[in-house]
């Protein structure tokens, strides 16, 4: 069975510039998060989407966008990039339902996306 | 407060010795709870997972949960080099929320 894919792996943009990144899920699972790492900030929740719609989205700018696809493979957009958003940019997919449940919601990570910006 | 927070670290401990992990959170109504670890260069991926108060055990690594405290805990027992990482906290609440993460290094 694959695991969540992202791509690209490494890129590097300039400020300004925007940039997309894909995710493709576990295949079966419907759910998507995108997370923030880097040293400063540590670990932040991006947004999480189930069935094409956007759950729940964290405190980030507008600038931060994203959308997943009817076949569960996810999109984030970051445009106007700032030298702040250089980041491991981390995709995981779940095969949670929907329904807030006890053990549910179980992530798995993909390798991640690191972005710097000039 | 921080909606998941965790002993900043970073932890050292000679091998074959106890590290502890302490994780607290601030939502009340969360009923999953998650550590993870991470190797430099490497993606976070799941150690242990725990629902209910108590402890739970899983080879050399014991979870440990307390609801009313609000407190997870990971303990590693026989701690390996294999074992320097940095460990993740991890609460489900509307969504998955993850603490900075605590440093660990096993020392030869």
């Known amino acids: 069975k694959a695991g969540v894919t992202q791509t690209p792996r490494y890129l590097i943009k300039t400020r300004g510039q925007q940039v997309t990144l894909s995710c493709s899920p576990i295949?079966?699972?419907?759910?998507v998060s995108w997370y923030q790492q880097t040293p400063g900030q540590g670990f932040q929740f991006l947004f999480e989407?189930?069935?094409?719609?956007?759950?729940n989205k964290g405190n980030f700018p507008g600038r931060f966008s994203g959308r997943q696809f009817s076949n569960s493979r996810s999109e984030m957009n970051v445009s106007t990039l700032e030298l702040g958003d250089s980041a491991l940019y981390l995709c995981?997919?779940?095969?949670?339902?929907?329904?807030?449940?006890?053990?549910?919601?179980?992530?798995?990570f993909g390798a991640g996306s690191r972005l710097t910006v000039l | 407060q921080k909606e998941v927070e965790q002993n900043s670290g970073p932890l050292s401990v000679p091998e074959g010795a106890i590290a502890s992990l302490n994780c607290t959170y601030s939502?009340?109504?969360?009923?999953?709870f998650f550590w993870y670890r991470q190797y430099s260069g490497k993606s976070p991926e799941l150690i242990m997972s725990?629902?209910?108060?108590g402890d739970k055990e899983d080879g050399r690594f014991t979870a440990q949960l307390n609801k009313a405290s609000q407190y997870v805990s990971l303990l590693i027992r026989d701690s390996q080099p294999s074992d320097s990482a940095t460990y993740l906290c991890?609460?489900?609440?509307?969504?998955?929320?993850f603490g900075a993460g605590t440093r660990l290094t096993v020392k030869p």
């Open positions: 995981a997919s779940s095969s949670w339902g929907g329904v807030r449940e006890t053990g549910a919601n179980v992530l798995t």
């Open positions: 295949s079966g699972h419907r759910s």
């Open positions: 989407y189930f069935s094409e719609t956007q759950r």
């Open positions: 939502d009340r109504v969360s009923q999953s």
């Open positions: 725990i629902y209910s108060n």
């Open positions: 991890a609460v489900n609440m509307r969504d998955m929320r």
